[in-house]
T-cell receptor
Framework: NAGVMQNPRHLVRRRGQEARLRCSPMKGHSHVYWYRQLPEEGLKFMVY????????ESGMPKERFSAEFPKEGPSILRIQQVVRGDSAAYFCASSRDSVGTDTQYFGPGTRLTVL | SQKIEQNSEALNIQEGKTATLTCNYTNYSPAYLQWYRQDPGRGPVFLLLIRENEKEKRKERLKVTFDTTLKQSLFHITASQPADSATYLC????????????FGSGTRLSIRP
């Protein structure tokens, strides 16, 4: 059973471009979470999605950031018009049931560098 | 304000000794608390979950305690090994719900041979 897959592993963008990060949850998992981690800092919750629904987006900036988890295909975190401050590692996690009642499994992360 | 605090400085332990990591929180009433391990360049790996009605939980060489009065969790690794060297993160549910968890900034643990 493959783990959580994220791609690309490394992404370089120039300021003003769009970054699109993909996350394929583990088989049978319908709950997806996105986190951002800056160097030497902990993970910051961004958004929690179930298939086709955003459950909690309280940690996601209102502008430029969006997330989706379509019925078919991976979850996508989209960052429009990237700025240098968006440079970070972005981790996706998935669980079979909601976190707290079930373990969440993390992917290897996408390291975004904005030049 | 709401905070989760972990030892900010790295912890250096001699192999074979017990490593103890601390997680303190303020202004939360979590239903549970989790501990994760993170190696450089990798995603966190879940280790243990302890619920508010549990005082202690063990898994092999790992032991976690949860004191809701002190608002503190302790994470112990007994008979530590160099392979235990990593950053350890604590996390809790800020609203007692299952919608999201909040992470501490982590403690870097180094076990020297």
């Amino acid at each position: 059973n493959a783990g959580v897959m994220q791609n690309p592993r490394h992404l370089v963008r120039r300021r003003g471009q769009e970054a699109r990060l993909r996350c394929s949850p583990m088989k049978g998992h319908s709950h997806v979470y996105w986190y951002r981690q800056l160097p030497e800092e902990g993970l910051k919750f961004m958004v929690y999605l179930q298939k086709e629904n955003i459950i909690d987006e309280s940690g996601m900036p209102k502008e430029r950031f969006s997330a989706e988890f379509p019925k078919e295909g991976p979850s996508i975190l989209r960052i429009q018009q990237v700025v240098r401050g968006d440079s970070a590692a972005y981790f996706c996690a998935s669980s079979r049931d909601s976190v707290g009642t079930d373990t969440q499994y993390f992917g290897p992360g996408t390291r975004l560098t904005v030049l | 304000s709401q905070k989760i605090e972990q030892n900010s400085e790295a912890l250096n332990i001699q192999e074979g000794k017990t490593a103890t990591l601390t997680c303190n929180y303020t202004n939360y009433s979590p239903a549970y608390l989790q501990w994760y391990r993170q190696d450089p360049g990798r995603g966190p790996v879940f280790l243990l979950l302890i619920r508010e009605n549990e005082k202690e939980k063990r898994k092999e060489r790992l032991k976690v305690t949860f004191d809701t009065t002190l608002k503190q969790s302790l994470f112990h690794i007994t008979a530590s090994q160099p392979a235990d060297s990593a950053t350890y993160l604590c996390a809790l549910d800020p609203l007692g719900s299952a919608s999201k968890i909040i992470f501490g900034s982590g403690t870097r643990l180094s076990i020297r041979p």
